[in-house]
């Protein structure tokens, strides 16, 4: 066999199926007939009623093969590796989802009495406490949905803090080039001016910084480690830089799994941040399902947070509304209750010792890889990284190559491939962040795709790729005009 059919696996797998639609799939036997609409037929207006139906009619066994062969198609961190930098796709213990489904937390309903739930509430409040604890900050709310509804949120609290000091002219937030585009579009979304911090040597230019601030800047919205894997070392500088022109810095927490247990926000002088509780405390995400983003402030930020937040008097635990400044609700209910509780499940199961391990490992596993790479490919800047790091295809040896195709290549090595062109300041990139939870042979894995395909015939991996169902999929036009339906299909055959 060759290196390239030893590691596929995966590829191969999915070229064995050519899976029809349902709606292509000639039944074996006849479904269940839909008996007879007991509604009257003119309660519905006659303008809106269907006249015909036109569903497949497909016995059960079909339908469980389908879906079943379209999920063997599918590729997720139970299957292997998922690198993709900035997203922190780590393996999810399974406990933490049997914990968020049992029915005492599954099964209540959010207008409960407070005094039916207190068991939840718990949970909840030992949350808080925990995210207070890890990060350095005074105050948590579990509201926000995600990681950039986390963001908006914590520039909303930002501006209620300059307004309820009738600081007005405060308009600007900085954003520095490493940034994720959530940020420059989260302060944009709350109305501020974004003004853009170039870097030096992949971290934020002090000069440029002290530049641009001034009494117009309402804060800073910084990411460490940015998203380059590196450490801001000028990180106190840049918070007190910010501070002195009377701004707020605002942590992005995506890349806390870099350092948690390790160092704390609060502690480097940061006012408020979100947690990607998806991304930090192992929740499947993108589409492996929802996320959850709190927010953390410091002391004189905490009457500032949306409500509610959890708090307990006498042992007994309640939904607290009652903050002075709060910028009120962001989200129905009390925000993504599921993923927090599988957060919390998490935190239980590891305890301090174990999440000081999770940035320990991260930080080795991405040293690792990039040790082994940074000879063959691009890598620009600075050499420690944290928990990830990005390459550059554009390389001597990559001559031809974008990273796009190598990007597709690994797909034919049964490797998912890294985020590509992010972030934007290094050309061609590919971020790769392993996350703690892969093993060393899944880490070599990895890395011998990548030097065998620095080593291949260039047309080979041009032409990437070779072993999957769908291969080059027009980019552009899937942006433009996307086919999502089956009509859509339909018309377009
Ligand atoms: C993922 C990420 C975000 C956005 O978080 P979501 O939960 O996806 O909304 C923001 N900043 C960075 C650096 C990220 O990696």
Known sequence: M??????????????????????????SAKGRLIPDCPIEPDIVPKNLARTSLDLPELNEVDVIRHYTRL???????????????????????KVCETVAGMPGFAEIHPYQNEETVQGILKCLYELQEAL???????????????????EFTGILVIEAYHRARNNRERDEILVPDTAHGTNPASAAMVGYKVIEIPSKDGCVDLDALKAAVGEK??????TNPNTLGIFEKDICEVAKIVHDAGGLVYYDGANLN????????GDMGFDVLHFNLHKTFATPHGGGGPGSGPIGVREDLVPFLPVPVVSVEDGVYYLDYDLEHTIGKVSGHFGNIGVCIKAWAYVKLLGGKGLRDVGEMSVLNSNYMKDLLKGTFGFPHRDLRKHEFVL????????????????KRLLDYGVHPPTIYFPLIVEEAMMFEPT?????????RVVEAMLAIAKEDKQIVLSAPHSVKVSKVDETLAAKDPILSYKGLKAHK
């Open 436 to 444: 703690e939870t892969e093993p060393k042979k899944e880490l070599d």
């Open 132 to 150: 207070k604890e890890v990060s350095g900050m005074a105050g948590v709310s579990l509201q926000p949905m995600a990681g950039a509804h986390g």
């Open 217 to 222: 800047t309402a804060g800073l919205m910084l």
């Open 71 to 93: 999920a063997e198609m599918n590729y997720g961190v139970d299957n292997g590796i998922y690198p993709l930098g900035s997203c922190t796709m780590k393996y999810n213990p």
């Open 258 to 265: 870099a350092i948690i247990g390790i160092c704390r926000p």
């Open 2 to 27: 060759t290196d390239e059919k030893k590691a596929v696996g995966i590829g191969y797998r999915q070229a064995r199926y050519q899976e029809p639609l349902l709606f292509e799939m000639e039944a």
């Open 392 to 407: 550059s295809a554009k390389c001597p040896t990559c001559e031809g190559i974008k990273a796009l195709n190598i990007a």
